[in-house]
């Protein structure tokens, strides 16, 4: 018997994204904020029935295709939380440069979609379709400014890119079930721990599923587009872009690698720690370089994914919390980070140039202490809660007997400190290169600097959502 009960908020957003669909239909521009409305409801109700319908132990349903369990709720539900603040952030930025249309919250509603599935896949194939259905949703939020040819070329780039990744992941999955004769996880765990398993096809279709899966999460040498696609899209798109997905590519990690490829630990480590060390040192260096703070963002987005993968390099159980624990603090941290772009940008304008923060002191004293403590967060400076996720991860590595790894993750966190405090020496002591007054609406201040506020909380607290981690991944 199938229980549609463990899958109830899927169900539930695919319903909610049909009607905002089509009551987005028959509205008038002056009326788009009703779709706005509508998305947030929706969020909000899927959030309520991954509370009500959680489960404490996993579940299977559609034949073993789709599993419920406590991580993949708690996900969910931080996916929620994520989206509304990006839809929050970008209303009054969309509503000012004309862009304000019903195809944004549909979009990235289907893209929440595709990140649920991912989170619930038991299945390689239903792990695909979820992963194209973000895809197809990312592909056309990039170019959702028709007007620029700077997005349609992200677009392309993306497009491209995302196809050949898409491509290699499915072959590696069909090589997979040419050899185990199943694409289910926990059956494919069970044929790949198996005497003799470790066969040259097998570690051809782990390399392939291994270099889907870095794309997606953006590791080096498959980082290309990401600097290209932050600085390209308009910035509530790379806002959306840098945030949710990196939680989908969590998920998709460690079901395939961790639970459907476990056995094949020590070899999927030695791949994981290339794209380790490679994301790093790309990373941060090549930040150091860029002065659109989108860009930079991009790269830090890399470095950060290097910290990311150390965490599933140890391979444990403590070691995946960490990861997971580092991935939900730096989608705060990016979504704080992207917020305040928009808080500087105005109408016909973004503030995407490092110059455009200088003076912020001057400007806005608050806003300046909710940029600080994001950039402080990100260099990893104590008690704000970035210093714990890097500590937790080194953590794990070090007692996975990697002490050189964690290394040299302190040497290129030191080094990636130099362009975050830049920013900070920008706001305080350079002279302003804009002096016109910063205007936000009251909700977009006040969630802000919660979400500012919230890296210095969870810093001092840090123990609250890495035993959150910890328990639902036990």
């Not at 509508?38 to 319908?53: K, P, R, T």
């Not at 990690?253 to 060390?277: A, F, K, S, T």
């Not at 941290?333 to 305040?340: P, Q, R």
């Amino acid at each position: 018997m199938i229980d549609y009960a463990l899958a109830a908020p899927e169900i539930f957003l695919t319903v909610a994204i049909c009607v905002v669909l089509i009551v987005d239909v028959f509205l008038r521009d002056e009326q788009r904020r009703i779709t706005y409305y509508l998305s947030m409801l929706a969020l909000i109700g899927a959030a309520i029935v991954s509370a009500v319908f959680g489960v404490e132990a996993a579940a299977t349903t559609f034949g073993g295709s789709y599993v419920a369990d406590p991580a993949g709720n708690a996900l969910k539900l931080f996916a929620y939380l994520v989206v509304a603040l990006v839809f929050l952030y970008s209303r009054d930025f969309l509503e000012q440069n004309g862009l304000f249309k019903g195809e944004f919250f549909v979009l990235g509603l289907f893209g929440l979609l595709g990140l649920m599935i991912m989170v619930s896949g038991n299945n390689l194939l239903v792990l695909y379709l979820g992963l194209e259905l973000q895809a197809l949703s990312l592909y056309a939020l990039i170019a959702f400014n028709r007007d620029s040819a700077r997005s349609a070329e992200s677009a392309m780039k993306y497009f491209v890119l995302g196809s050949i990744a898409s491509g290699m992941l499915l072959y590696g999955i069909s090589l997979l079930y040419g050899i185990t004769g199943t694409i289910e996880l926990g059956p494919l765990a069970q044929a790949l721990a198996e005497p003799g398993a470790l066969t040259v096809p097998a570690i051809l279709a782990l390399v392939f599923i291994v270099v889907g899966v870095a794309f997606k999460f953006g590791a080096v040498p498959f980082h290309m587009w990401i600097p290209d696609v932050y600085e390209g899209a308009p910035t509530p798109i790379a806002l959306y872009v840098g945030s949710a997905p990196k939680i989908a590519s969590f998920a998709l990690m460690w079901r395939v690698l961790v639970e459907g490829m476990g056995p094949l630990h020590v070899n999927w480590q030695d791949m994981l720690i290339v794209l380790c060390v490679l994301s790093l040192v790309i990373g941060n260096l090549l930040a150091i370089a860029q002065t659109n703070f989108k860009r930079m963002l991009g790269y830090s987005t890399i470095a950060h994914v290097g910290f990311i993968l150390m965490g599933f390099i140890a391979g444990d159980e403590s070691g995946v919390a960490s990861a997971m624990y580092y991935t939900l603090v730096y989608v705060l941290m990016a979504t704080a980070a992207f917020g305040m772009i928009i808080v500087l940008s105005r109408r016909g304008f973004e503030a995407e140039k490092l110059d455009d923060f200088k003076g912020l002191n001057q400007r806005s004293p608050w806003f300046a202490l909710i940029m600080a403590l994001i950039m402080f967060s990100m260099t990893g400076v104590p008690p704000l809660v970035g210093f714990w996720a890097k500590l937790y991860v080194l953590d794990s590595v070090i007692n996975a007997g990697f002490v050189w790894l964690a290394a040299l993750g302190v040497v290129f966190a030191v080094i990636g400190a130099f362009y975050y405090l830049r920013i900070v020496w920008y706001m305080y002591f350079a002279e302003p290169a804009d002096e016109t007054a910063l205007v936000a609406a009251p909700d977009m201040r006040y969630v802000i600097s919660a979400n500012g506020l919230a890296l210095l909380v969870l810093g001092v607290f840090p123990g609250q959502l890495l035993n959150l981690c910890a328990t639902v991944l036990a």
